[in-house]
């Protein structure tokens, strides 16, 4: 059973601080995603990886950067969070650029105050 | 550039078909999908259409794609309170497994 887990279910930060978000999966999947989900909007694609040390850009990369340095493990930074970075944020991860599936975490919910 | 478009809800009673509807743009996509969100949890793929098919069967789950009108719908057969739900459309981009979600339907079953 594919498991991708995220290391915090809810999370409250300050305006102006370094925010980590970590996303493990378990089942060796290349492709991994970070995306935010707010209501009326639906998911839009922060960033992506599709291989070790490898990323690129989704629809909305201003404000964030993503790190991933083994393949299990893709993370999201806020280099300095804001208000308008209170979202739901869910990552993903997919075996192959093929696969039809993407698998997805429980979320964070982040709170920017 | 590639948009995929849904009404943001739908209630309907118990023991009656839902059908929610999705609209898309980019004529080039290869698969369309149907995630669900349960609350407090992630998405799960419910089903997909390979494009060159229109209808594909799943149980009490049925999916209609209208290439034509870039128009796909997701009906669900006697409707349960667990069918309670936010439901995601989306599409293949090709570029590395992206997909292209809607904005979610929100599905109310009342009893």
């Known amino acids: 059973d594919v498991k991708v887990t995220q290391s915090s279910r809810y999370l409250v930060k300050r305006t102006g601080e370094k925010v980590f978000l970590e996303c493990v999966q378990d089942m060796d999947h290349e492709n991994m995603f970070w995306y935010r989900q707010d209501p009326g909007l639906g998911l839009r694609l922060i960033y992506f990886s599709y291989d070790v040390k490898m990323k690129e850009k989704g629809d909305i990369p201003e404000g964030y950067s993503v790190s991933r340095e083994k393949k299990e493990r893709f993370s999201l930074i806020l280099e300095s969070a804001s208000t308008n970075q209170t979202s739901m944020y869910l990552c993903?991860?997919?075996?192959?650029?093929?696969?039809?599936?993407?698998?997805f975490g429980p979320g964070t919910r982040l709170t920017v105050t | 550039g590639e948009d995929v478009e849904q009404s943001l809800f739908l209630s309907v009673r118990e023991g009656d078909s839902s059908v929610i509807n999705c609209t898309y743009t980019?004529?080039?996509?290869?698969?369309l999908y149907w995630y669900k969100q349960e609350p407090g949890a992630g998405l799960q793929l419910l089903t997909y259409?390979?494009?060159?098919?229109d209808m594909k069967q799943d149980q009490r789950l049925t999916v209609l794609l209208n290439k034509k009108d870039k128009h796909l719908s997701l009906r669900i057969a006697d409707t349960q309170t667990g069918d309670s739900a936010i439901y995601f459309c989306a599409e293949s981009s090709g570029q590395g497994g992206k997909l292209i979600f809607g904005q979610g339907t929100e599905l109310s079953v009342k009893p």
């Open positions: 993903a991860s997919s075996l192959t650029s093929g696969s039809h599936e993407q698998y």
């Open positions: 259409i390979f494009s060159n098919m």
């Open positions: 980019d004529s080039s996509s290869t698969y």
